[in-house]
């Protein structure tokens, strides 16, 4: 937002009139012409002009035309974010004190709705909490702010602060145009309320005398809310998320400990995730603990009587929480023993602050089940061992984590072992009862033999049990000949065409550490996982292509090309950004650090690693796009896109195609449905349609042609339809799902699927 030359002319001549001795009509209407600049300029984000808006809000003061508080918001966001371009309108805000917050956030609304009726002291500790400036708070501020909360209450303060985070983040209630900036500013945190704050969390851990679930909850949440990415932003707002984090760690007891190892599982952004890791490290220190054993003993049981289940007597009726796979459902059984979904109403009017935190325990439950997942499939690399003593009290008989580790194979001084009625098992299902002193760690299939694997796929299937990510159907990935030839590189993922965006987000949450490619004069380094218990380090080169950008200049499309493998302490190969040409900078005299031979590096590293790969193409992928049959942009990629869609299969599809072949039978649809090398084949009324494996593309009789169907966000499973052995793979439930449709074709009532079957 700008003020154009014809209106700074304008508002001179306005300033003429209501600074002198003018008739009153020509001040009145002056005066109101004044007001609708203001009240335009409230609309906006900021305003670049700061001078030209600093002399309207004089004028505004001068002649005693108010200033919306929407446009005291402009103001102050224009300081913030226009340091340089401020000019005199720094000095004007500074007289602008009211509203203490700026209006248009849903939780700053609630702030300046509840501050006439607050009392004593909450005007002055909002100021104090406006002065939050600084990265981190001090002692005097600190002591200043705790004087300032003993006045409100810490009661009080916590009741209304943890209020008010739970609005943080919110749609604004006062839309604002961005201008220039190239992003949803509608998305950004407003920086002014940004300092109140993150004040208010750096004095919240004064105000919690327990181990209190509902602040620490808050607080988790809101690190997610504000690392939320918007395109063309990034993170909403990391310095909120980082106060969060210094207000969890200030806080003492289990369930703030519980939200930092949960986080660490899920918060990628790494200044944020920099201060979590440095949290734990100090909270292990402190126990004489492993950084493990903490995030091992953080896990609460959320207040489960059993492993998966949680019963809370409620009057006459009982509330019944219960793990299922990824999923916690609350459920509530009458005095008569009947089992109903809907809170009843005795309930909800006798107990609402029970029913309030049961519904609350079981959102934050499936957030903890998720972390906890990711966790342990990081354990494959880390190659952690236990005593099963310590194992099942952490895992196997764990009231939360034990729904987890109840569904994944483990091996118990070598013998492979999963849990089926009651009992550790064999793949013979013969019970095994090891020592305490017994060594645990979990099973892979690299080096099984393929009996072996085979079995307890058959094992699986036959106790139903749903394991949290692949293990016994994880990809494996060993040296293909093209590799042995190349001998220090793979070329097996080059030559792919990848959302920069999307395969961003899949890096950081595998443990890669990757850099946004912008189309600007900058150099930047491989995707790059290490690997410090190895000595590895791995690199995937990647490059930025075409001249399709973001707002903020990112590539929006990404080419692939070799993976290398290095000492872990070898010098950083880096590019220019869109060419793509790695080199090491090493200091003069020094020779670069080659990369290592493909047949050194241990197989589970090299197949963990070249799986990592294969799920960023498999996801990230240009041609799993149904939409792209043109080829995109100019329709530059319709090759690439045509040779991915329908072109021969990945590890992962090839896996894919393992297990459809125990599962088509199995289908309500199966007489219609056949496997065909790379495709799924569908007999329908209509036609006969070949869906590809590895895309989910699907080609139609008699002459190949195209048939475009665009899932849902949702689709990912079969709604129990056919039993799933795994979680995670959303292409598998997609395949399913269009050959659940396709198979009754004469039944869609999709007009735009409809026409294209029948043209």
């Given at each position: 937002m700008s003020i154009a030359s014809a209106d700074t002319r304008y508002l001179q001549i306005l300033a003429s009139r209501l600074m002198s001795r003018q008739p009153p009509e020509q001040q009145r209407a002056a005066a109101t012409d004044v007001g609708m600049f203001l009240e335009h300029l409230g609309g906006s984000w900021s305003c670049w002009d700061g001078d030209d808006f600093a002399a309207l809000l004089r004028l505004a003061q001068q002649s005693g035309v108010p200033v919306p508080g929407a446009t005291v918001a402009t103001a102050r966001r224009t300081v913030l974010t226009h340091e340089y371009h401020a000019g005199e309108l720094t000095t004007v805000a500074s007289t602008l004190e009211r509203p203490v917050l700026n209006p248009g956030?849903?939780?700053?609304?609630?702030?300046?709705?509840?501050?006439?009726?607050?009392?004593?002291?909450?005007?002055e500790l909002l100021a104090h909490a406006l002065t939050a400036t600084a990265g981190k708070p001090t002692a005097r501020w600190t002591a200043r702010g705790r004087t300032l909360l003993a006045e409100v209450g810490a009661a009080a303060y916590r009741e209304r602060v943890v209020g008010w985070l739970a609005l943080v983040g919110r749609p604004r209630t006062l839309p604002v145009q961005g201008g220039y900036w190239g992003y949803d500013v509608g998305q950004a945190y407003d920086p002014f309320n940004a300092i109140a704050l993150r004040g208010l969390l750096w004095l919240l851990p004064s105000a919690v005398s327990e181990d209190d679930a509902d602040v620490a909850r808050a607080l988790g949440a809101l690190v997610e809310t504000s690392l939320r990415r918007v395109a063309g932003l990034g993170p909403r707002n990391p310095k909120i998320a980082n106060a969060a984090v210094h207000a969890l760690t200030e806080l003492d007891g289990e369930q703030a400990l519980a939200q930092l190892a949960r986080l660490v599982s899920r918060v990628t952004y790494k200044g944020t995730l920099n201060q979590l890791n440095a949290a734990l490290d100090r909270r292990a220190s402190a126990l004489g603990l492993s950084r493990d054993?903490?995030?091992?003993?953080?896990?609460?049981?959320?207040?489960?009587?059993?492993?998966?289940?949680?019963?809370?007597?409620?009057?006459?009726?009982?509330?019944?929480?219960?793990?299922?796979?990824p999923t916690v459902q609350l459920a509530w059984r009458t005095a008569a023993g009947r089992l109903v979904k809907s809170t009843p109403a005795a309930a909800r009017r006798d107990h609402p602050d029970e029913v309030r935190d049961l519904k609350a325990a079981a959102k934050d439950m499936e957030k903890m089940l998720a972390a906890q997942a990711e966790r342990l499939d990081r354990q494959f690399l880390a190659q952690r061992t236990w005593s099963y003593g310590s194992w099942r009290l952490r895992y196997l008989d764990h009231p939360l984590v034990g729904t987890v580790a109840r569904r994944l194979i483990w091996l118990i001084d070598g013998t492979p072992c999963g849990w089926a009625d009651g009992a550790l098992r064999t793949v013979d299902d013969a019970p095994v009862s090891p020592a305490d002193d017994a060594v645990v760690t979990l099973w892979h299939p690299i080096g099984r033999h393929v009996d072996e694997v085979v079995a307890w796929r058959a094992w699986l299937e036959r106790h139903?049990?749903?394991?949290?990510?692949?293990?016994?159907?994880?990809?494996?990935?060993?040296?293909?000949?093209?590799?042995?030839?190349?001998?220090?590189?793979?070329?097996?993922?080059?030559?792919?065409?990848?959302?920069?965006?999307?395969?961003?987000?899949?890096?950081?949450?595998?443990?890669?550490?990757?850099?946004?490619?912008?189309?600007?004069?900058?150099?930047?380094?491989?995707?790059?996982?290490?690997?410090?218990?190895?000595?590895?380090?791995?690199?995937?080169w990647v490059e930025g292509i075409g001249d399709e950008t973001t707002g903020a200049g990112a590539y929006l499309r990404l080419s692939t090309d070799q993976v290398r493998f290095y000492p872990v302490a070898a010098p950083e190969n880096n590019t220019q950004a869109g060419e793509g040409r790695y080199t090491q900078w090493v200091p003069m005299g020094e020779r670069p650090v080659d990369p290592l031979p493909l047949d050194r590096i241990p197989p589970l590293v090299f197949s963990e690693v070249m799986r990592d790969v294969d799920l960023f193409v498999g996801v990230a992928s240009v041609g799993?796009?149904?939409?792209?049959?043109?080829?995109?942009?100019?329709?530059?990629?319709?090759?690439?896109?045509?040779?991915?869609?329908?072109?021969?299969?990945?590890?992962?599809?090839?896996?894919?195609?393992?297990?459809?072949?125990?599962?088509?039978?199995?289908?309500?649809?199966?007489?219609?449905?056949?496997?065909?090398?790379?495709?799924?084949?569908?007999?329908?009324?209509?036609?006969?349609?070949?869906?590809?494996?590895?895309?989910?593309?699907?080609?139609?009789?008699?002459?190949?042609?195209?048939?475009?169907?665009?899932?849902?966000?949702?689709?990912?499973?079969?709604?129990?339809q056919v039993f799933l052995p795994f979680e995670g793979d959303r292409m598998l439930g997609v395949i399913l799902s269009k050959a659940l449709l396709l198979a009754r074709d004469s039944t869609i009532n999709d007009p735009t699927i409809v026409s294209q079957i029948r043209r």
């Open positions: 956030e849903a939780w700053a609304d609630a702030v300046l709705d509840a501050l006439p009726a607050a009392g004593e002291g909450w005007p054993e903490v995030e091992e003993l953080a896990v609460p049981t959320y207040g489960l009587s059993a492993v998966g289940l949680r019963v809370e007597p409620l009057g006459d009726v009982t509330a019944e929480l219960t793990v299922t796979g139903a049990v749903v394991q949290p990510f692949k293990q016994a159907h994880r990809e494996v990935y060993l040296l293909t000949a093209a590799e042995e030839r190349t001998g220090v590189y793979s070329n097996r993922f080059a030559a792919h065409v990848l959302r920069q965006h999307q395969f961003h987000a899949l890096a950081a949450i595998r443990g890669w550490r990757n850099k946004l490619r912008l189309m600007v004069d900058d150099t930047y380094p491989p995707a790059t996982r290490e690997l410090p218990g190895w000595g590895l380090r791995a690199e995937f799993n796009d149904p939409t792209w049959q043109d080829g995109g942009p100019a329709g530059r990629y319709r090759e690439y896109w045509q040779s991915y869609s329908f072109g021969e299969l990945s590890a992962t599809a090839e896996t894919r195609r393992d297990l459809l072949t125990r599962l088509v039978p199995r289908l309500a649809v199966a007489d219609r449905c056949a496997l065909d090398g790379r495709f799924l084949t569908v007999r329908g009324d209509l036609r006969t349609y070949k869906i590809h494996l590895g895309s989910g593309n699907i080609l139609m009789t008699p002459n190949d042609q195209y048939l475009c169907i665009v899932p849902k966000q949702t689709v990912g499973t079969t709604d129990g």
